[in-house]
């Protein structure tokens, strides 16, 4: 049976919205409805075309020996038709292309002079600057000349889809194919009389597991706990071997409070969370940029003393001016010292661009960012616990420094929970009661984030606080 992660959902929703703003910005076109059924598609497909249409056509339809295509945009030239494959990718793919194909094979058989064929991506570069016009939102990257193998294989193509489907269910080992672009709904189905897999295979070491994996399933080994000292070349790699086989914590504690002894006092700890949305919704804002609607900050004095202070908005509209006004007010002058961020180059990144939309506030701003200092080297050469399993994502380690911070507890337990969970409460249709739900969770969450990096440091570092009140610092 097939199944449909919440990822899937969310690209098929964006998607949608992407398909109608392509289609918005040619208002005289017009849309094929597939109504009753496809063939009806069809059928007025072709009576656009024999009558000259002269405009843009939605989801024009096609069939050509028992395969059936609908082109996003389908617009007319002089010497012939203009196909143009809608994504809300920011290039073309690869995978992209066998689509593309397809349609050209399909439409050139059916009798119709294919001109160009495109695919018709999000052009990154792009900034919002009237509310609702979209105009250049788009770039078009004319694949035509690079398809006529992939054309000329598509009758072939289509015989083996049939035999396959006539056939027994084919017996295909799982792999990469599985994952990519995109998981397949029936993955599950197809490795349900799999062996079990090895409980600490060797693909989990960082960066470069998969490839080194590879090298060793060729000798027959697959679980990290099979290779010996000097079999991995690299000292992180035999850094996460030892401490999987041994089960002991490496914790260079002396190594983290010399990387952190210089950050200043009081220590800010900040988190974002962002939407990024493909197309802007707000004014001077680029496709995908990171928007952030909240941020956590648990500030720490040298004596031990947390207070913490947030920021959050869910109503719709832009949230930029109030969270970089919250920013400023909390964090700028002489209210902190150094700011402390997990993965900092994406607080930095945060902060950098409120600073560029709001020159009032820049100043202020970008001495925030200068400020920002990061916890993820140093922890990554500090500490790594087996159960890690070769992340240093702050939800692979929360749970091995305290348990009791874990996010199992909360409704939002991630960054893309938190974006589902913005893009539900700035739904109008939200209920008064919902919204204040998704707000509990996502403040909660939040602070989660910032408090994990307060109990971690002093973890990493023995508390270097306390040993300097005892005397030994």
């Known amino acids: 049976m097939a199944q449909v992660d919440d990822g899937a959902?969310?690209?098929?929703?964006?998607?949608?919205?992407?398909?109608?703003?392509?289609?918005?910005?040619f208002p005289t076109g017009e849309m094929v409805e597939a109504h009753p059924d496809l063939a009806a598609a069809v059928t007025r497909t072709r009576e656009l075309i024999d009558a000259g249409w002269s405009e843009p056509i939605f989801e024009a339809t096609f069939e050509h020996d028992g395969v059936l295509v609908r082109v996003d945009v389908l617009s007319p030239r002089p010497d012939g038709w203009a196909i143009a494959e809608v994504k809300s990718s920011a290039s073309v793919k690869e995978y992209h292309l066998g689509d593309l194909a397809t349609q050209v094979w399909v439409m050139t058989n059916a009798g119709v002079p294919v001109s160009s064929a495109c695919i018709r991506h999000i052009d990154s570069s792009f900034r919002l600057q009237r509310e609702g016009d979209y105009t250049g939102l788009f770039h078009d990257a004319d694949r035509l000349d690079v398809l006529a193998d992939r054309i000329g294989e598509r009758s072939k193509v289509v015989a083996e889809a049939r035999a396959v489907l006539a056939g027994d269910e084919p017996d295909i080992g799982a792999g990469d194919h599985c994952s990519r672009p995109f998981v397949c709904e029936f993955s599950s189905h197809c490795t349900r009389n799999d062996p079990p897999a090895p409980e600490w295979p060797i693909s989990l070491l960082p960066r470069t597991g998969k490839a080194v994996a590879a090298l060793w399933a060729e000798e027959?080994?697959?679980?990290?706990?099979?290779?010996?000292?000097?079999?991995?070349?690299?000292?992180?790699?035999?850094?996460?071997?030892?401490?999987?086989?041994?089960?002991?914590?490496?914790?260079?504690?002396?190594?983290?409070?010399?990387?952190?002894?210089?950050?200043?006092?009081?220590?800010?700890?900040?988190?974002f969370e962002t939407i990024g949305p493909a197309v802007p919704r707000w004014i001077g804002a680029r496709p995908f940029q990171q928007i952030p609607f909240q941020f956590s900050c648990h500030i720490e004095t040298e004596a031990g003393e947390l207070t913490h202070a947030g920021f959050l908005s869910i109503d719709g509209g832009d949230p930029r001016r109030a969270c970089a006004e919250a920013l400023v007010e909390l964090l700028s002058g002489d209210r902190c010292g150094s700011i402390i961020a997990y993965n900092a180059s994406f607080e930095k990144r945060c902060v950098r661009d409120l600073a560029e939309v709001f020159p009032d506030l820049a100043q202020a701003l970008v001495e925030i960012e200068a400020k920002?200092?990061?916890?993820?080297?140093?922890?990554?050469?500090?500490?790594?616990?087996?159960?890690?399993?070769?992340?240093?994502?702050?939800?692979?380690?929360?749970?091995?420094?305290?348990?009791?911070?874990?996010?199992?507890d909360l409704d939002v337990k991630d960054g893309g929970a938190a974006q589902q969970a913005w893009f539900e409460a700035a739904d109008a249709a939200a209920s008064a009661e919902r919204r204040e739900q998704l707000r509990a969770g996502l403040e909660a969450y939040c602070e989660r984030d910032t408090g994990a990096m307060v109990v971690l440091l002093r973890r990493l570092t023995g508390d270097e606080r306390a040993s300097r009140r005892e005397g030994r610092g």
């Open 372 to 408: 920002i200092v990061d916890l993820l080297p140093v922890t990554r050469n500090a500490y790594y616990h087996r159960d890690q399993r070769g992340s240093w994502s702050i939800k692979a380690v929360l749970p091995t420094v305290a348990p009791e911070l874990a996010y199992n």
């Open 220 to 271: 027959g080994l697959f679980d990290l706990r099979e290779l010996g000292p000097g079999d991995l070349t690299s000292a992180l790699h035999e850094r996460v071997r030892l401490a999987t086989v041994t089960g002991e914590v490496y914790h260079d504690g002396e190594g983290a409070l010399e990387a952190t002894r210089g950050w200043a006092w009081p220590r800010a700890y900040l988190d």
């Open 9 to 25: 959902e969310a690209r098929f929703a964006l998607g949608h919205e992407v398909g109608e703003i392509a289609c918005g910005l």
